[in-house]
């Protein structure tokens, strides 16, 4: 019971950080005269740096190590999870800008929990880590494309402009982090141990300030938006695994492919969701994916645990996880 609490006590803290914005949203909205949703971007790019600083040469040779796995993989992260959203979006019968989010979510790269659950649960862990920074590096040009084609009906795309936010998120602090791992990795250790953990607790402040910005809109259609989401998130785990199998995947890709594509980055979606001007309506999917995916993730990781591949992918992943 004990090894299950520490599994999941980042998912068991958003929950409680989650029902306190809930209960006191203005707690989380100011601090006096400062509006927090000033945080979420300066913590994304963090979050982005510490991905840029704990990746290698490794993480992309590896597309040439597996590089059927890497192109199925990204096939099925870039077609599943926005196609269902789309769907799920349109018959939602949500507010427009609401529904929106649910789209963007899908429209995401995968986030860095679907390394974790990989690694708990026997799955190919070198893949995970390799599709992981290649769907991240893609966002900057597939979200814009995917949210122009299947969210523009839903509220106005400015596909260019996405692009430019999402490349300030994403590649450049990735791009530093790069740079700073490759020519001082090792000389500061207490950066490479406080990274992850700095990590966690920027997607839980993000999680939190989100939550509390669209609390009112929660509070009326909350039940409604965490059942469609939870839908979004087991279905991509669902196909993402039958779609691996198919291609003939071994046991072990498929579970990664599987996690790859149902857990997605929601932090980010939040972020393009505040430069959008709709933190507190567009925000909310990804705020609510982040909690209900870490819940899924851990319990279908451990239910795999109890039932390894008969061949595990290992990889050293100290640094990452």
Known sequence: MLSLIKQNIFTLLILLAVAAAMVTPDTF?????????????????????????????????????????VFIGLVCQFTIMPIVGFGLATTSGLPPEIAAGIILVGCSPSGL?????????????????????????LAPFITPFYMS?????????????????????????????????????????????????????????????????GRDSLMSIGLVLIGIVLIHNILGYVFGYGGAKLMGMDEASSRTIAFEVGMQNSGLASGIALEMGRVATMGLAP???????????????????????????????????
């Open 29 to 69: 909205t100011h601090i006096g005269d400062f509006e927090t949703k000033s945080l979420i971007v300066p913590l994304l790019m963090l979050i982005m740096f510490g991905m840029g600083t704990s990746m290698s040469v490794n993480d992309f040779v590896g597309v040439a190590k597996m590089p059927k796995g």
């Open 113 to 137: 929990a679907s390394n974790v659950m990989a690694y708990i649960s026997g799955a190919n862990l070198a893949l995970s880590l390799t599709l992981t920074a290649v769907s991240t590096l």
């Open 149 to 213: 084609l299947l969210a523009d009906e839903f509220v106005p795309i400015d596909a260019v402009a996405m692009f430019w936010s999402i490349s300030k998120i994403v590649l450049l602090p990735i791009i530093a982090g790069l740079a700073f791992n490759h020519l001082l990795h090792g000389k500061f250790p207490l950066v490479d141990k406080a990274m992850p953990k700095v990590s966690m607790l920027g997607i839980a402040v993000i999680i939190t300030v989100i939550t509390a910005a």
């Open 287 to 321: 705020a609510v994916f982040g909690p209900g995916m870490n819940i899924t993730g851990s319990v279908l990781a451990n239910w795999w645990r109890q039932r390894l591949p008969n061949v595990a992918h290992k990889t050293d992943t100290t640094r990452r996880i």
